[in-house]
């Protein structure tokens, strides 16, 4: 079946590090990939996307890079802020495979000053 | 314009009554969607609604659980004689939906249910 699996966390950062949460997925078919991030009391937010291979999402500073061959949708910040503590989560969508989104078991980041 | 709303916030139940936990989703979306977020389970789809019809409900863990959607818009999940198993925050998200998953989910907040 389909399914996403995530780094385990938590992840403990200092502020203005470098940021790699891995992602990897099994599909049959080309799935679209997601990354949403859950801020402490708040509910998901979709965080960015990318549709096809080798298309690279991007927003507030993170980035994520559909990569076909390695089945892989890492997401990169290139210098955290304490701002940026929150759950991760990763996720596909199958057209054909039901109507949900398939989320990952979520990251925990953690980013101290 | 405002967000998808959920409420309670959190519910603590006994063990064995039913509860009711509700979905007010973004006014003009037409698909709505709830999720579990079980501790260290990630989030489990439990029910998709097009309208007010639920094409999808492959996800509810048995038939304790069940959801209804009036007039397209707001949503109720029911689950009847809690066990301790179903704790959990329930999520509702709500998206626009001419071609199912092309569109944004927009997820409420939660309602953190605790069995007691």
């Known amino acids: 079946g389909n399914s996403v699996t995530q780094m385990e966390g938590p992840v403990t950062l200092s502020e203005e590090a470098f940021l790699t949460i891995n992602c990897t997925y099994t599909a049959t078919g080309y799935p679209s990939l997601f990354w949403y991030v859950q801020y402490p009391g708040e509910g998901l937010q979709l965080l960015l996307k990318a549709t096809k291979a080798d298309d690279k999402g991007s927003n507030k500073g993170f980035e994520a890079t559909y990569r076909k061959e390695t089945t892989s949708f890492h997401l990169e910040k290139g210098s955290v802020q304490v701002s940026d503590s929150a759950v991760y989560f990763c996720?596909?969508?199958?057209?054909?495979?039901?109507?949900?989104?398939?989320f990952g078991k979520g990251t925990s980041l953690l980013v101290t000053p | 314009g405002a967000g998808v709303s959920q409420s309670p916030s959190n519910k603590v139940t006994e063990k064995g009554k039913d509860v009711e936990l509700r979905c007010d989703p973004i006014s003009g979306h037409t698909a709505l969607y709830w999720y579990r977020q079980s501790l260290g389970q990630g989030l489990e789809f439990l029910i998709y609604?097009?309208?007010?019809?639920?094409?999808?409900k492959s996800g509810l863990p048995s038939d304790r659980f069940s959801a209804e959607r009036t007039g397209g818009s707001v949503s109720t999940l029911t689950i009847q004689r809690t066990q301790q198993e179903d704790s959990a925050v329930y999520l509702c998200a709500s998206s626009l939906a001419s071609l199912v998953g092309a569109y944004e989910q927009y997820f409420g907040p939660g309602t953190r249910l605790t069995v007691t």
């Open positions: 996720a596909l969508y199958l057209p054909n495979s039901g109507y949900a989104l398939n």
């Open positions: 609604f097009q309208g007010n019809s639920a094409p999808d």
